[in-house]
């Protein structure tokens, strides 16, 4: 198996500009998550999916920050509009029911 | 008061010494991971334990659950060791992690 699948891996934008960041989770994992990680904050989950749908977004940071899963093999982060503070390593993770996640490699978001 | 701490933040040793990092939490938990980051960000789960002791390979992580607090143990230090771990606990009641801030060990040679 190929892994967790994130792209782009680095993202260099514009304040104000939407950003838009996917993930293709391990093929037969039912749990998705999205993570970002700064200097100061560290690790912090966003949002996770189970079987397409969201179960938890009280970590998303505010309405410019939407998450999809159309499918089970797909997911997508946006940020509309983008703002500097937003520049971080956006992390994906999926999970079975074995609780232990995998995660992406993630992706580098500098907004300028 | 973050509900998982780790220590020391920071941490070097010379190759072939014995590492030991601390993770507390403040909360209930059903399992708690250990996790590796090395330069250039890619994170990989190293453990998950609900009780005891687990190995692999040069690597322990032990936990107790009464006193809140797990020990993540590296024997023979190498320098290709040289990482960021991050242990995070796991409430149960659903699928989120709670994130220790880090400990970045730099081993020497």
């Known amino acids: 198996d190929a892994g967790v699948i994130q792209s782009p891996r680095h993202e260099v934008t514009e304040m104000g500009q939407e950003v838009t960041l996917r993930c293709k989770p391990i093929s037969g994992h039912d749990y998705l998550f999205w993570y970002r990680q700064t200097m100061m904050r560290g690790l912090e989950l966003l949002i996770y999916f189970n079987n397409n749908v969201p179960i938890d977004d009280s970590g998303m940071p505010e309405d410019r920050f939407s998450a999809k899963m159309p499918n089970a093999s797909f997911s997508t982060l946006k940020i509309q509009p983008s703002e500097p503070r937003d520049s971080a390593v956006y992390f994906c993770?999926?999970?079975?029911?074995?609780?232990?996640?995998?995660f992406g490699p993630g992706t580098r978001l500098t907004v300028t | 008061k973050n509900e998982v701490e780790q220590s020391p933040q920071n941490l070097t040793a010379q190759e072939g010494e014995f590492i030991t990092i601390n993770c507390s939490y403040s909360?209930?938990?059903?399992?708690l991971h250990w996790l590796q980051q090395h330069p250039g960000g890619g994170i990989v789960s190293l453990f998950m334990?609900?009780?005891g002791k687990k190995k692999h390979g040069r690597l322990i992580a032990t936990i107790n659950i009464q006193e809140k607090h797990s020990s993540l143990h590296i024997t023979a230090s190498h320098p290709r060791d040289s990482a960021v771990y991050i242990c995070a606990a796991w409430k149960g009641s659903n699928y989120k992690l709670t994130f220790g801030k880090g400990t970045l060990l730099t081993v020497n040679p």
């Open positions: 909360v209930g938990i059903s399992a």
């Open positions: 993770a999926s999970s079975s029911s074995s609780y232990e996640q995998y």
């Open positions: 334990l609900s009780s």
